[in-house]
Each structure stands twice: as C-alpha cells, then as structure tokens.
C-alpha cells in the first residue's frame, strides 16, 4: 500500500493567515492526490482533485499543487469556517489510502 | 441532485456479517466515468478505504480485508452493497459509502465527489 504522512498533524492559526498543509507519498503518484476536509460528525468534502484543480462550489481561497511524492494544500486567507481536519487522498493505486489527517483550529 | 443514503444495523455481534446498503439517486450506476465506494472512518481515526466497484462492474479491494469484503450492485435498485464477514470490535466505525469520480488530466483522476451521511457501526456482544 502507498503510505501518506501528512504534516502538521495539527495547527492552529488565526483569520486571515495563510495555512500550508503538506502529503508526501511513500512513492511516486504523479497527480493522483485529492484533499478534503471534514468537519466533526460530518462526512469528508473534496476540495481539491488532481493534486491542483479547485471542486466545484469550492472557494478559490483553496490551492493544491505538487507532483510524485510531495503535495501541498494552501488556504490563502484562513476563514473561520475553514475548521476542521484535512486529509490527502491518493487515487494512483488501489487501495486509495488517505493520510492520517491534519487538524486545523482557529485561534 | 445526487445523494447517497447508507443503511444497515447499528449494532453487530462479533463473528457475524455486516451487511451495508447505499442507495444513490441523482446519478447512474452505469455512467462510465463512475462508481460507488465504501470508506470507514473508526472513532477518533483517519480515514480507511475499503472498496469500490466500476461502472463495468469492476471491483476493488483494499488487501488486508480482502478475504472478508464483498461489493455488489443492483442497478434495479439504485444501490451498492457491501458484505464484511467475521465482523469483531475493531471493525467498529462509521462507514461511508461515496461516488467515484474519474476526471481532470485524461480523465483517469479519481476522487469521491459526493458522500452519505455515513452509519455507525458498532461491534459488540
């Protein structure tokens, strides 16, 4: 199985700051990453597929990039609806293992 | 719109077989660049994915729970269905059932574009 570690596994920042959350594969993936966030006692919500293209309906304050085995999520201006934990998912094989998670707060 | 709604029992014995039902609307199961995954989440834990079945029918297993994971589909019915024997208090979690997606470059990125509520599962005697 590919391994995702996923760093911070928790930070906490206030409004308006810029956030970077980091995946690094255990190999290559080239562009199969995806990241979501999920709030407490809700299911997860995509933000970003294909390591760098924005969901639907998502705002573009949220940024993906990266390529092989180093990814990064970038929130430009942190909202304070932007709580919660994110993960990183990769779609290059089965089985699609997700990251242990990064959990944000809002000072 | 699409939906999907995951059903089954709330409480499992140890030994015994779960059986976990995902009804969707607002999408077909035959769409060719979709299909329907199972991801579990324990309490307090990341996320765990399980399996997925294609619009062909093709269908995915994560190794470790292979021996003990089936995923089918009733078209008929809308729903996809997921069978996890030998069920123990380890396996408790909540399990989410969620549409796959394949597009951006060459239409072959997948991600779970739309999720259910998810169910929780809880294995205890």
């Known amino acids: 199985d590919i391994q995702l570690t996923q760093s911070p596994s928790s930070l906490s920042a206030s409004v308006g700051d810029r956030v970077t959350i980091t995946c690094r594969a255990s190999?290559?993936?080239?562009?199969?990453l995806n990241w979501y966030l999920q709030k407490v006692g809700k299911a997860p919500k995509l933000l970003i597929y294909?390591?760098?293209s924005v969901q639907s309906g998502v705002p573009l304050r949220f940024s993906g990039s990266g390529s092989g085995t180093h990814f990064t999520l970038i929130i430009s201006s942190l909202q304070a609806e932007d709580f919660g934990t994110y993960y990183c998912?990769?779609?290059?094989?089965?089985?699609?293992?997700f990251g242990q998670g990064t959990k944000l707060e809002i000072k | 719109q699409v939906t999907l709604n995951e059903s089954g029992p709330v409480l499992v014995r140890p030994t015994e077989t779960l059986t976990l039902t995902c009804t969707v609307s607002?999408?077909?199961?035959?769409?060719?660049?979709?299909?329907v995954s199972w991801i579990r989440q324990p309490p307090g834990k990341p996320l765990e994915w399980l399996a997925h079945?294609?619009?062909?029918?093709?269908?995915s297993y994560r190794p470790s729970l292979k021996s003990r994971l089936t995923i089918s589909r009733d078209t008929s019915k809308s729903q996809v269905v997921l069978t996890m024997t030998n069920m123990g208090p380890v396996d408790t979690a909540t399990y989410y059932c969620?549409?796959?997606?394949?597009?951006?470059?060459?239409?072959?990125?997948?991600?779970?574009?739309?999720w259910g509520q998810g169910t929780l599962v809880t294995v205890s005697s």
């Open positions: 969620a549409r796959r997606i394949s597009k951006g470059p060459n239409g072959d990125h997948d991600s779970n574009d739309f």
């Open positions: 607002g999408f077909s199961l035959h769409h060719a660049r979709m299909g």
């Open positions: 079945i294609s619009s062909n029918e093709e269908k």
């Open positions: 190999q290559g993936i080239s562009t199969y």
């Open positions: 294909a390591s760098s």
């Open positions: 998912q990769q779609t290059s094989t089965t089985p699609h293992t």
